[in-house]
């Protein structure tokens, strides 16, 4: 059986009624076919370019592909945002479409859907204890430091367990596990960077949306952004562009194609120190995101991901470059992303964005 369709109502009319409601009959029309449409005009993620703009985009970038290829072997690939519009794409596997294992960019991309859960009030409060929210673990851990650990905690990462794992790359065991380990301190007063800490607010967020996170992010957030479906068999995988899809969300104070994804104040939270960080990276951080420590009007903000995975923001010139290299990084590529990003890409936005300018 056929279901009927609730925008067509004409299309069960007799030819004689067809006749004397043809304006009726030319929407129904319109609507079957252009319906289907609507969510490419929803989800539009980038700005258009015209051949102009492409032209410019192509000379500000001119022998960066023979760069990257030459000298940045361990870069695969790589998207440059400026203003909205795509500039500059590089894939060393020529594959736009492939997902790329993007480690603790995933931090990045949870801290978003711990913003909608409280932008929509499935959260109660960043200082919402994780045991209001998960009674069960009470019995986990008899440290009364435990008791007072919170959601903003576990997005600061000063939850204030013991934590030895300086190169930042332990695996980050079983939520259950994690909150049995040992505290250190007293929660929010220290910064100790710790991956257990992912997965224990990933628990706490379907806990409190009522479902499992992956069908939440894909209502929430892939969808609305128009994002390729991510893996999450081995950590997050997600396409270089969709890694700057996410950039460019926070970079708009979380409004996508007009709707506020994520709630303005969130953004601007988690891109502003909360604590004053420490190893791997040494930057101050935000809510799972790492702060620029220079002060500007608008900090540069990134996510960070073992062996060379980035999302790059810098507010001043509306600039943003997601990259991902070799996993696990060799040793001469080791920080060849990151050289990349700073020097010749940032270089040639900035002369980009300058001829845009005049």
Known sequence: M??????????????AQRARAPWRWTLAVLLAVLLPLAPLWAHAQWLPSSAEEQALDAT??????????????????????????IVYRYYRDGQPDTLRDVQSVQKSAVSALAGIALGQGRLASLDQPVL??????AALNTDARAQDITVRHLLTMSAGFAVDDPSGTKAPGRPRDAWARPMASAPGQSFAYDNALVPMLMAVLERAVGMPLADYA????????????????????????????????????????????????????ATTPQMAGGLPVSLPYGYMWWVSSVKTPRRAFMA???????????????????????VPARGPDRGQALQLIRNALFTAAQKRSAGAER
Not at 2 to 15: C, F, I, K, V, W
Not at 132 to 137: D, K, R
Not at 222 to 229: D, I, Q, T
């Open 218 to 269: 894909r209502e929430q957030l892939v969808a609305p952004l128009g994002m390729h479906e991510p893996s999450y068999q081995r950590g997050l995988q997600l396409r270089t562009e969709d890694m700057a899809s996410l950039g460019q969300l926070f970079l708009q104070n979380g409004v996508w194609a007009g709707r506020q994804i994520v709630p303005a104040a969130y953004v601007d939270a």
């Open 60 to 85: 500000a970038f001119q022998g960066m592909t023979d760069t990257i290829g030459e000298r940045f072997t361990g870069v695969q690939s790589v998207v440059v945002a400026l203003r909205g519009r």
């Open 304 to 326: 960070i991901g073992y062996g060379g995975q980035f999302i790059w923001v810098y507010p001043p010139t509306g600039l943003v470059i997601a990259a991902t290299s070799t």
């Open 2 to 15: 056929t279901p009927s369709h609730p925008h067509a109502p004409a299309a069960g009319l007799a030819p």
């Open 132 to 137: 209001a929210l998960m009674p069960e673990w």
